[in-house]
């Protein structure tokens, strides 16, 4: 069984460039989250895709977007990127979305600096 | 709104002494407990949760945790730590009725194991 895995894993851009971050999820699991983690802080909820819909947002701006495509799998992409958007960014996997019985599977991250 | 304290941001400790990881919440509604923990480069892993019943939980690794819902804590404890527990742990909560089941979690604490 493959586990969540994210690429790239390491990235440099530039403020105001975009970004996309790619997961894949854990086989059968329909569900992906996304977090940010900046250094030094735990993570923040970004948001959800739950069967190719958004399932739910956390307090980030509109120039943070995602997309969930039938198999599954995940974006998230940053627009007009700041040089806070500087974290590790992790995306989590579960079999639903919910939170008592949903276990989230975490990838290794991505590693995005802006310069 | 739900907020995670995670009370010391580093603890250091000796090889095979006891140790805890203190950790509170606030919520006024009923909330799902975990703990997480991240090795240097990778992403976040489950050592163990509270959903409901008895309030002290054993997870992976050696480590156990007790839910204490007057004093509203989740305290981390193992009785005899080895070098390799050396990481960063996260305490985290979830809403008992999220529709996403996302986890919010404390700012983490830096377990150093000497030797």
């Known amino acids: 069984e493959t586990g969540v895995t994210q690429s790239p894993t390491h990235l440099i851009k530039t403020r105001g460039q975009q970004v996309t971050l790619r997961c894949s999820s854990q086989s059968g699991h329909n569900t992906v989250s996304w977090y940010q983690q900046a250094l030094g802080q735990g993570p923040q909820f970004i948001f959800q895709y739950y069967r190719e819909e958004e399932n739910g947002r956390g307090n980030f701006p509109p120039r943070f977007s995602g997309l969930q495509f039938p198999n599954y799998s995940s974006e998230l992409n940053v627009n007009a990127l700041e040089l806070d958007d500087s974290a590790l960014y992790l995306c989590a996997s579960s079999l639903g979305p919910g939170g008592k019985v949903n276990e989230q599977f975490f990838g290794p991250g991505t590693r995005l600096t802006v310069l | 709104a739900q907020s995670v304290t995670q009370l010391d941001s580093q603890v250091p400790v000796f090889e095979e002494a006891p140790v805890e990881l203190r950790c509170n919440y606030s919520s006024s509604v009923s909330v799902y407990l975990f703990w997480y923990v991240q090795y240097p480069n990778q992403g976040l892993q489950l050592l163990l949760k509270?959903?409901?019943?008895?309030?002290l939980v054993k997870g992976i690794n050696g480590f156990e945790a007790e839910f204490n819902k007057s004093q509203t804590s989740f305290h981390l404890r193992k009785p005899s730590v080895h070098i390799s527990d050396t990481a960063e742990y996260f305490c985290?909560?979830?809403?008992?009725?999220?529709?996403?089941?996302?986890?919010?979690f404390g700012q983490g604490t830096t377990l150093q194991v000497k030797p």
């Open positions: 509270y959903l409901s019943g008895s309030t």
């Open positions: 985290a909560v979830v809403h008992g009725s999220s529709n996403t089941g996302k986890l919010i």
